[in-house]
């Protein structure tokens, strides 16, 4: 089997993800990833035995904003078809799309059957009557690949999709280079770290506004590590981090903290969260906002992950919640569903549909 893996938006925070994949694909059939230059990591890539990296120069815009990120989509989307020309593929998977431009250049792309988009925010997206106008020329022309089966059950529910034209495929663990033990006890400072790039940014500015009436809640043993795009802030239990954080640091905070905090907007509704996957990756507990994502872990792995919207609930979890047998089973269960020995059993079948 012949397959061209592609992205139409290149986000950093999907990096890993993809290269998760390319590394399963390449172990499937033989692959060609057309990329803007610079995306992956060649050394990688040239290590696997299947795979063919074809790149385009990066498009740099000099002011980042909506505008500009669709420009951008577009001239990624051109680029990519320029690549493909006189090439035959038997499918096409596209690992990120922006709904809009995807939407109106999709005839630009031939035997849409072929055609497997991975969701990520689109799903979400969907409920914007102007964006839905556009994408519904498009959706039931392709293939859709989610990662977990709650938003599989979504877009056949709410939008009539197929169901032999929705696929669920687990999010990969991630791999880091020291994972630690599960975190038993600690007379130290028990760290609960925030670090998602999609944080509330409304409730992270109360954290701060309220820091004062907060630290008569949080006792002087924790400290709450949170990242924000726009606020900084530090004092003994709270510490807010705007800027970016590099691989090292990202799987620091995560291998230091006593427990994961994902306080998300409302609106992050019918997708995963990558953070999840990774504090779940390393063994952490994760507390969640009350959204569908952790309403629907918290059922299938109730000891582990947690939802909790204010930090009076998140200190009583901190209080009560054990590193107990239940959670190791649980954690056992977690890791088998999105192993490496898991995952291209699934993948193998969606792509021979």
Request: hydrophobic share 35%; net charge positive; with cysteine.
């Given at each position: ?13 999907h990096?890993?993800l ?5 590394k399963?694909?390449?172990?499937i059939c ?6 803007e ?8 890539l ?9 790149e ?12 500009t990120?669709?420009?951008k989509?577009?001239y990624?989307?051109?680029?990519t ?6 090439c035959?593929?038997d499918k ?12 109106i ?8 059957s072929k055609?497997f988009?991975?969701?990520h925010?689109n799903?979400?997206e ?6 839905m106008s ?6 039931h022309?392709?293939?859709h690949i ?12 709410e939008?009539?999709?197929e169901?032999d034209?929705?696929?669920?495929l ?12 599960l975190?038993?006890s600690?007379?130290t400072?028990?760290?609960i770290?925030?670090?998602?790039g999609s944080?509330?940014?409304?409730f992270?500015?109360?954290l ?5 009436n907060?630290?008569q809640?949080?006792?002087s ?9 726009s606020?900084d802030?530090?004092?003994?239990r ?9 691989d ?9 903290a006593?427990l994961i905090?994902?306080?998300?907007p ?8 990558g953070t999840?996957i990774?504090a ?9 906002s009350d ?5 629907t ?39 088998a569903a999105?192993?490496?020995e ?7 079948p969606?792509?021979s549909c």
């Amino acid at each position: 089997m012949n397959i061209l893996l592609i992205d139409f938006c290149f986000f950093s925070g999907h990096k890993h993800l993809n290269l998760n994949h390319i590394k399963i694909l390449d172990k499937i059939c033989d692959l060609t990833v057309i990329s803007e230059d610079g995306y992956y990591p060649k050394a990688i890539l040239m290590g696997l035995d299947h795979v063919k990296l074809v790149e385009f120069k990066k498009y740099k815009p000099r002011i980042r904003n909506r505008l500009t990120f669709r420009i951008k989509s577009l001239y990624n989307i051109l680029l990519t078809l320029k690549s493909m020309k006189n090439c035959t593929y038997d499918k096409i998977v596209v690992t990120s799309f922006e709904t809009i431009t995807f939407s109106i250049l999709s005839p630009l792309f031939k035997n849409k059957s072929k055609i497997f988009i991975f969701h990520h925010q689109n799903t979400d997206e969907m409920s914007n009557t102007f964006k839905m106008s556009l994408f519904k020329h498009v959706i039931h022309k392709v293939n859709h690949i989610v990662l977990d089966e709650f938003i599989r059950e979504h877009l056949i529910k709410e939008f009539g999709l197929e169901t032999d034209k929705v696929f669920t495929l687990p999010h990969p663990l991630r791999v880091t280079k020291n994972k630690p033990p599960l975190n038993k006890s600690s007379d130290t400072i028990r760290s609960i770290a925030a670090i998602s790039g999609s944080n509330n940014k409304q409730f992270i500015q109360k954290l701060i506004t309220d820091y004062q009436n907060l630290i008569q809640t949080i006792d002087s043993k924790t400290q709450f590590i949170v990242k924000s795009k726009s606020a900084d802030f530090k004092d003994d239990r709270l510490i807010v981090v705007n800027k970016y954080l590099s691989d090292e640091e990202y799987d620091a905070y995560y291998s230091n903290a006593h427990l994961i905090w994902l306080p998300f907007p409302d609106n992050y509704r019918y997708r995963l969260s990558g953070t999840m996957i990774d504090a779940l990756s390393t063994n952490k507990i994760v507390i969640g906002s009350d959204i569908p994502c952790f309403q629907t872990y918290s059922k299938r792995y109730p000891s582990l992950c947690k939802v909790a919207d204010s930090v009076d609930e998140i200190m009583e979890i901190s209080r009560i919640c054990t590193y107990d047998e239940a959670l190791e089973t649980e954690l056992k269960a977690f890791h088998a569903a999105h192993s490496t020995e898991h995952i291209p059993r699934l993948f193998e079948p969606i792509l021979s549909c």
